[in-house]
């Protein structure tokens, strides 16, 4: 039996497969939507099915992780914000202003209407980065803080609100030293992460985990 059938009838997603395996999702999605898949493809199926049957907790595990951080749930204009604007920074190719996100949001969402003040999207932004954490705190890793990539016109650094998540993301990568430093030495440790960020290149499968896809 051709190893998506497999999986769907297990209940569970290309995704989840992929996270159990450790792997990009794409390349298993790409593989699977094969009439005949690579081989490594079949043996991901296999190997998680085979697990599932030594570890029938591993089933309820592999189906939550596909659960959406309540922080990005609901109505909300930060809650939508946030989960619209998480596949544009997973996207971006360099750091971009509160008003270059706006931008981006409106064309892609006509139906927003005007945002008001750039300031409120911190709250957004701050969503972003719990969730984020969350999925890191899943995958058992330390995920750089992307909601860093987007920064103030006039200081060309982040708001000051995103502290906690740039400090949190320099201890889980032991560089306690540095996050003391934060305050004094803002625009280099920002520039850094930026640059973590820009070089993750598990963006798409953070984004998918955090939306419930």
Same mark, same amino acid.
């Given at each position: 039996m051709h190893p998506r059938l497999l999986l769907e009838r297990s209940g569970l997603s290309v995704r989840q497969a992929a996270l159990f395996a450790e792997i990009p999702r794409k390349p298993l999605s790409n593989a699977l939507a094969m009439d005949d898949p690579p081989r490594w493809? =079949?043996? !991901?199926?296999?190997?998680?099915?085979?697990?599932? !049957?030594?570890? &029938?907790?591993?089933?309820?595990?592999? +189906? %939550?992780? $596909? /659960?959406? &951080?309540? !922080?990005?749930? $609901? /109505?909300?204009?930060?809650? !939508?914000?946030?989960?619209?604007?998480? #596949?544009?920074? %997973? =996207?971006? =190719?360099? &750091?971009?202003?509160?008003?270059?996100?706006?931008?981006?949001?409106?064309? +892609?969402? *006509? =139906? +927003?209407? #005007?945002?008001?003040?750039?300031?409120?999207? $911190?709250? *957004?932004?701050g969503r972003v980065g719990r969730a984020v954490m969350e999925i890191g705190e899943r995958w058992g890793v330390c995920l750089p803080p992307i909601c860093s990539l987007v920064i103030n016109g006039t200081t060309g650094v982040p708001g000051e609100g995103l502290d906690d998540f740039l400090r949190s993301y320099l201890i889980g990568t032991d560089r306690a030293d540095e996050a003391k430093r934060l305050r004094q030495d803002r625009h280099r440790i920002v520039q850094l992460i930026q640059q973590e960020v820009l070089d993750y290149t598990r963006w798409e499968d953070v984004v998918a985990e955090c939306l419930g896809q």
């Open positions: 493809a =079949e043996y !991901v199926v296999q190997g998680l099915l085979a697990e599932l !049957v030594r570890n &029938p907790g591993l089933l309820a595990s592999c +189906r %939550a992780s $596909g /659960d959406m &951080p309540e !922080v990005l749930k $609901g /109505d909300l204009w930060a809650a !939508v914000t946030a989960r619209q604007s998480l #596949p544009v920074l %997973a =996207e971006a =190719e360099a &750091p971009m202003t509160y008003l270059d996100l706006d931008g981006i949001l409106a064309r +892609r969402h *006509p =139906e +927003r209407g #005007p945002s008001g003040t750039l300031a409120k999207y $911190g709250h *957004p932004l």
